[in-house]
């Protein structure tokens, strides 16, 4: 595991994980770390990781959208309903204190849309938010639209937990198991299916370049 200051602000450590990470255990380690900044002991913490395959349940999640669990079923306690999380995924935890930062959480997920397209246009891969669908999308290979980045947070005490996930080059028949989102009508793609082929650290380098604007729009010194 390797851990730096994130290059925007000192504050935040940014820390990466080079072996995939159980899930539950990470979720384990960012209740952990969330309590430890709420009580001001602990700085904010940007997390880049994969899992192991498993399939993670939000708060609006529906029994009917589980269609084959095939993999471990965890409930998280953020927003939204099914993701599969797995090898060839990229995650990002985004644990910080929105009492320092602009107290607005849907300016901060909004400003994670932001940073992930921002991210993905270094790439040549266009990617835009869609007010009534979560997530991230662009056009699959077959000019549909697809969902290529997953969004879910929990925000306890003005401090967030969870983040986003970008699939790079995941096995895609692993999202088969669920409604991904519960939305039925769009399928997912990745970075690798779109004939762009990324090694993680060069996605985390790409989120360092954008960080400080991302940083910026949490409390409003960029336009949305």
Not at 19 to 47: M, N
Not at 104 to 120: K, N, P, S, T, Y
Not at 200 to 208: G, M, Q, S, V, Y
């Amino acid at each position: 595991m390797s851990t730096d200051h994130f290059p925007a602000d000192p504050a935040i450590e940014w820390r990466t994980s080079p072996a995939p990470v159980p899930y539950r255990e990470a979720l384990a380690a960012q209740e952990a770390r969330t309590a430890a900044i709420g009580e001001g002991t602990a700085r904010e913490l940007i997390w880049q990781l994969e899992h192991p395959p498993v399939y993670t349940a939000g708060t609006s999640a529906k029994p009917a959208d589980l269609v084959d669990p095939r993999f471990d079923v965890v409930a998280t306690g953020r927003g939204g309903k099914y993701t599969y999380h797995g090898p060839g995924q990229r995650v990002t935890y985004v644990l910080l204190d929105l009492r320092t930062r602009g107290r607005d959480v849907r300016r901060f997920v909004h400003g994670l849309e932001g940073w992930v397209i921002a991210a993905l246009a270094d790439f040549g891969v266009e990617a835009f938010a869609v007010c009534d669908r979560v997530g991230i999308w662009t056009k699959d290979i077959d000019g549909r639209e697809a969902k290529i980045g997953a969004i879910g947070v929990r925000v306890r005490r003005w401090v967030t937990m969870h983040g986003l996930a970008v699939n790079l080059d995941p096995d895609l028949q692993h999202f088969g198991g669920i409604v991904p989102c519960g939305i039925a009508q769009f399928g997912v793609t990745s970075l690798a299916r779109l004939g762009v082929r990324l090694a993680p650290e060069e996605w985390d380098a790409a989120l360092h370049r954008h960080g400080g604007d991302f940083l910026a729009a949490l409390n409003g010194q960029t336009e949305e």
